[in-house]
């Protein structure tokens, strides 16, 4: 296969010249470098490039026209408008350049190279190939599904590395990729196979297993510790990297892997300090990376299943260890989307056969050419139809209210609107469908029609609210009528609460244990509180520990 293409085009020759020594100097071993004054010949060009099959990267270039043009030829190229130093606040604006993005005819900007060697600009070129290489599974560190079908256990496996924030690709055994694969490194072992980029083959691998080979513990590796953290979403990610960095003997417990909801989301574009958006899995991974190297303690794949007090110490369950104790508990369990509750589409939802609850990170790339439906009104559900579009022939949204703007962010309307192959049907639920193995059909009801109407559905990404992770806790942790924990005033309002002090801004009605992110009342269900609301909990740890000593010394005959 010939090396992938990074095209740019810049009327000014001298601009060109740098940027064609730059782009040669580092890129040329591993990509063919296209340099080009004039746009109509880049835009020809580019044509002659799809027509012959080569795969196009990147695309730079200084005119928004052109760029917004790229997809029709090449739908998986990433686009960069060259804008000069200094000129911010000048054409192209913010705005000009936001408003670019919004209607995606470009993926973000970067400066016009300089003197060489111009690291800035490579630190923009490399993040737009990391970027790209992850998309088409191509990056170095992709791990291997070879499987007989899409659903059923490679289904699973695929989930498990989704959870644990792993870049993953998946192929058919009786595809070219697949044969060759199995050929390599199968020797008669059973399906499905999952090959490490380190060359290590597990053969049908349990979870754990699997989790396990994935650099993910899974064990405690130790019974007490100062602070336990259920749940390595974004809000117990951040009570870890403070907890451990403040000198807390940690451990952070999660049913699955890490991240939470947050590696649903394939671009989180409101996060501070990343302008150009940063995906919730390669979020997770850097804030897990810093969490362990502060030394905190992770265990995955265990369900936290009791919570007891006993003395000045909690004892939490774990579904396939001993239980481990700590002196204060954090609560990060978030919230689990409802089900749609129509049999035939929870059938297929179980078997991951076209039907799936949250974003579709995983399995976009195989919604190539396919006809796909998302169904939701809140930003979430805009952020999947748009990266969903990406791939998909056609896109529908499914919204039950009768405006866009009533659930989802301005921004992610005005994407969502300018986009030519997604349909929004408003005034619509799901009430019915189905498929041999796959799903093949929905049932879509309109609000006032007589009946519903079916319609040809490859696939369906249901995004249609949430109910929080609470069922497993203790009658004196305080909740509202939907499940969400009570903290701070509310909790010591309750009759549950216990003591002559007042509860701490984010502790429960049961002393010594906090709750943080989506899983609390009231919370705000951003990225940027939960993790707040992360490393505000550690900062009530110590004050609580404070408060434990002072009455121990009290106490003191
Ligand atoms: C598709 C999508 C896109 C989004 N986009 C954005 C965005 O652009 N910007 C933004 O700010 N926010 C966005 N959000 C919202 C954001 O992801 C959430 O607000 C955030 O993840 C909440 O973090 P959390 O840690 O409180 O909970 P979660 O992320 O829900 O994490 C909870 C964790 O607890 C674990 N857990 C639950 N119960 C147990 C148990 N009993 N034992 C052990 N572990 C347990 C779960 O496995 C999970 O890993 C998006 C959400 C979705 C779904």
């Known amino acids: 296969m010939s090396r992938p293409v990074i095209f740019a085009v810049d009327e000014d020759a001298k601009s060109l010249h740098h940027i064609e020594r730059e782009l040669s100097d580092r890129y040329s071993r591993s990509y063919r470098i296209v340099c080009l004054a004039s746009a109509p010949e880049a835009t020809e060009e580019l044509a002659r490039l799809a027509d012959a099959g080569e795969q196009v990267a990147l695309v730079l270039a200084g005119e928004r026209e ?113 044969r060759s694969l199995v050929a390599e490194v199968g020797d008669g072992k059973p399906l499905p196979l999952v090959v490490f980029p380190n060359g290590e083959v597990l053969a049908d691998p349990s979870n754990a297993e699997l989790t396990m080979a994935a650099g993910g513990p899974v064990s405690p590796g130790g019974r007490d510790f100062d602070l336990v953290i259920v749940g390595a979403g974004p809000a117990g990610l951040s009570a870890a990297v403070y907890g451990a960095s403040e000198g807390l003997r940690t451990l952070v417990i999660d049913g699955g892997g890490i991240g939470g909801q947050a590696t649903l989301s394939s671009l989180i574009r409101n996060y501070l300090g990343f302008p150009r958006g940063i995906s919730g899995r390669r979020l997770a991974e850097e804030a897990y990376e810093q969490a362990w190297v502060f030394g905190a303690h992770f265990a995955f ?25 700590a002196r204060a508990v954090i609560l990060a369990t978030g919230v689990e989307y409802r089900r749609l509750e129509v049999d035939h589409i929870e059938s297929l939802a179980l078997k991951g056969a076209g ?70 049907r408003l005034n619509t639920e799901v009430v019915g469908g189905g498929g041999d193995g796959w799903l093949e059909q929905l049932e879509l009801r309109r609000r006032g029609d007589a009946g519903p109407e079916t319609v ?35 909790a010591g309002d309750a009759p549950e609460w216990p003591l002559q002090r007042s509860p701490l801004l984010l502790e429960t009605s049961m002393p010594g244990i906090f709750a943080v992110g989506d899983v609390r009342h009231g919370a705000m269900n951003r990225v940027a509180s939960a993790v707040g609301e992360g490393s505000i ?21």
Not at 133 to 139: D, I, W
Not at 304 to 313: H, I
Request: net charge negative; proline share 5%; hydrophobic share 45%.
């Open 355 to 424: 039907v799936f609850y949250g974003g579709p990170s995983t399995e976009a790339p195989a919604m190539a050419d396919r006809d796909v439906f998302v169904v939701g009104g809140a930003n979430s559900a805009g952020q999947a139809a748009l990266h969903l579009a990406e791939y998909a022939a056609r896109v529908t949204l499914v919204v039950r209210a009768s405006s866009l703007d009533a659930g989802m962010s301005h921004y992610l309307v005005q994407q969502v609107e300018a986009s030519p192959n997604i349909d929004v």
């Open 301 to 325: 794949m265990q369900q936290a299943t009791r919570l007891e007090r006993s003395g000045d110490r909690v004892s939490v369950g774990l579904s396939d260890f001993p239980d481990v104790s």
């Open 456 to 490: 040809r559905a490859d696939a369906l990404f249901l995004m249609i609210g949430a109910r929080p992770n609470t069922d497993w806790l203790p009658s004196e942790v305080l909740r509202d009528d939907g499940g969400y924990v009570h903290t701070g005033l509310e």
């Open 66 to 178: 052109l760029l917004g043009a790229v997809r029709g030829h090449h739908p998986h190229a990433l686009r960069g408008l060259l804008i000069d130093y200094a000129n911010w606040g000048h054409d192209p604006t913010g705005e000009v350049i936001f408003a670019a993005m919004a209607r995606r005819q470009i993926d973000y900007y970067l400066i016009r190279p300089m003197r060489a060697p111009d690291e800035m600009f490579h630190q923009a070129i490399s993040t737009f190939l990391l970027e790209w290489a992850h998309a088409q599974r191509v990056s170095s560190h992709t791990v291997h599904i070879v499987g007989e079908a899409w659903t059923g256990r490679a289904y699973e496996l695929r989930k498990v590395l989704g959870r644990c924030a792993l870049p993953h690709a998946f192929c058919l055994a009786d595809s070219p990729e697949g």
């Open 537 to 557: 909990a550690v900062r009530l740890v110590h004050d609580l520990f404070a408060i434990d000593r002072l009455s121990a010394v009290e106490s003191r005959p």
